[in-house]
């Protein structure tokens, strides 16, 4: 079995117009909404096998309050620049590739593509993953590169609205 946990990024700031949108930032929300989805998800995952996340700053500032509360090898997290704002196309190709030794893994990332391919992957489930929402799709498969669509089924989904 593989696991797929994706986790969109917390709100950013808009403060400074001046910043392109990679280098922006969380605002106050986006900062209480990562330490709290962080602690829910701590919950029900203890560890994953590898955590992968764009290098955007508002990605980067996500994924460490998930990083701080999951067991994960340091040197099995990566920051990958071609997952900023990438296609469901590249995203299915991304996750296809994935090490077969990887069963759990954590992507953070950005809409329109996650929103796109949990609807791949599950039927079309969802209107919009919103900021900071997380979902949890389990594959019955042994290699990442049988993933197809409508193979996945949802483990769990969390969206910060629903708790709040």
């Known amino acids: 079995m593989k696991r797929l946990i994706l986790i969109r990024h917390a709100k950013s700031s808009w ?6 949108d990679f280098d ?6 986006g900062i209480a909404n990562g330490e709290f989805m962080s602690d829910l998800l701590s919950k029900r995952i203890k560890s994953v096998d590898a955590f992968f996340s764009s290098s955007s700053k508002r990605t980067i500032l996500t994924s460490k309050f998930f990083i701080n509360k999951i067991n994960v090898n340091k040197e099995r997290i990566y920051y990958d620049e071609n997952l900023y704002h990438a296609s469901s196309n590249y995203l299915i190709e991304f996750i296809s590739s994935l090490k077969n030794s990887f069963s759990k893994v ?20 969802f209107y919009n993953i919103p900021t900071c929402g997380i979902v949890i799709i389990d594959f019955e498969l042994n290699d990442w590169k049988n993933i197809g669509q409508k193979n996945g089924k949802l483990f769990y989904k ?7």
Not at 24 to 29: A, F, G, I, Q, T
Not at 108 to 125: E, K, Q, R, W
Not at 158 to 164: C, T
């Open 15 to 20: 403060k400074d117009m001046n910043l392109s």
């Open 158 to 164: 969390m969206f910060p609205k629903d708790y709040r």
């Open 106 to 125: 954590v992507i953070v990332g950005h809409n329109p593509g996650f929103t796109d391919i949990s609807n791949y992957f599950l039927g079309n489930m």
């Open 24 to 29: 922006r930032s969380l605002n106050k929300r």
